[in-house]
Structures are given as C-alpha cells and as structure tokens.
C-alpha cells in the first residue's frame, strides 16, 4: 500500500498547455504539501494545507493552484506552462503535530516542458 | 529566514565510515532531520533528533548535534554501495515548516 501516491509519474508537454499532476495520501495526515525539486536538487516548498485549508503559499506564480477537495488529496494545476516550470513535483504529507513535522513524500512527478 | 548549509558531495569506499555534515542559522531549530533520495524517488526521513539531545544511534546511522556550533552530522557506520544517494539535512520549529539543505551526494564505490 503506498502511503503517498502522485500521478503521473512522467508528464511531457508543451509551452502554453494546462496540466494537472495528482496526490492522495492515506496515512489519515491532516497536512499535505507540494514541493518543486530544480535539476540541482533544490527542494523548495510551493503550498501546503492543513485539513483542505490553506496554509502556505511561498511566493509562486499564480499559474500554479492547489486543489484540495478532501483532507486526503492534494492537486496541484498549472496554467500556460513555461519551460522553467519543467523540474519534479514532489507532493508530501505529515501529521503535523508538535511532535515535530516528519514528512512522507510521494515519488515525484518529472515535468518536462517543451 | 533559516539557511542549512551542506556539503554537495562526499565519496567514499565501501566499507568506510561516511560523514555528512550540516550546518543551520536559526537556534531556535527544535527538531533536526536527516532524509534519504534514492535516484528516481522521493525523500525518505531516516532519523530525526531532538534539539536537547546531543547524539542518537540507530544501527548504522549516528546523528551528532553540536547546538552551541548549530553543527549536525550523519555518520554511516560500515558504507554500503545501496546507501549511494542523496542525503538532505532539515530543520524545524515546532510547527513550523521544514527548512530543506540543498542535499549531499553519496557516492560509495566498491
């Protein structure tokens, strides 16, 4: 059982095309994120939402909006893609409890954009 | 804002001990990580401390943390040739969200 899913794994597109990359996690997490990793293997932290509520929101282009339709998913949809939007996806989740954050993440999505 | 600070890349032997080392700006950091990248995959947590400890073992895995020098390190005890990846530093806290280093690469040679 895989604890945090995303798909899809591979997404090759064009400049100018909407695409969505999707996450679910079934660990009963309250919190869940998305991270974008560049070719240098920065990791960089783009939303996250605690129980569908948003809570983060680093300074990211608007074309990029997270979707959380339930505690247990996390979509992320980007308009008009650019090439320097191409790097992998990462989405997370943690209990976030004062235990401190230990976060599960899924196997990524690399974003080729053409 | 928090800044972690690693080494990019450590080369080692099979058989030797590994070091990896971290450094972090924000003193008030409560919770330190080590995660895992294996090529192709996402971050795996491998052990995390507690800011009031000063060093936790975990069969091969030794964390030290040195809060006065906001130092921390990952000893592999005994390197594998499956334990080549990339290895992230963290820090938090409390609940705040996790400050990410830009990864050391592993890279252990048989």
């Known amino acids: 059982d895989t604890a945090v899913s995303q798909t899809p794994k591979y997404l090759v597109t064009q400049m100018g095309n909407d695409k969505s990359i999707k996450c679910e996690q079934n660990?009963?997490?309250?919190?869940m994120y998305w991270y974008k990793q560049d070719s240098k293997k920065f990791l960089k932290i783009m939303f996250s939402?605690?129980?569908?509520?948003?809570?983060i929101n680093e300074t990211v282009p608007n074309r990029f909006s997270p979707k959380s339709p339930d505690k247990a998913h996390l979509n992320l949809h980007i308009n008009s893609l650019e090439l320097g939007d191409s790097a992998v996806y990462f989405c997370?989740?943690?209990?976030?409890?004062?235990?401190?954050?230990?976060?599960?993440f899924g196997s990524g999505t690399q974003l080729s954009v053409l | 804002g928090e800044d972690v600070e690693q080494s990019l890349f450590l080369s080692v032997r099979e058989g030797d001990s590994s070091v990896i080392n971290c450094t972090y700006t924000d003193s008030s950091s409560t919770y330190l990580y080590w995660y895992k990248q294996e090529p192709g995959a996402g971050l795996q947590l491998l052990t995390y401390i507690f800011s009031n400890m000063d060093m936790k073992q975990d069969q091969r895995l030794t964390v030290l943390l040195n809060k006065k020098d906001k130092h921390l390190s990952l000893r592999i005890a005994d390197t594998q040739t499956g334990d080549s990846a990339i290895y992230f530093c963290?820090?938090?806290?409390?609940?705040?969200?996790?400050?990410f280093g830009k990864g050391t690469m592993l890279l252990v040679s048989p």
């Open positions: 660990l009963g997490h309250d919190t």
């Open positions: 963290a820090t938090s806290a409390g609940y705040s969200t996790l400050t």
């Open positions: 939402y605690n129980n569908k509520e948003l809570i």
């Open positions: 997370a989740s943690s209990t976030n409890r004062e235990s401190g954050e230990k976060l599960f």
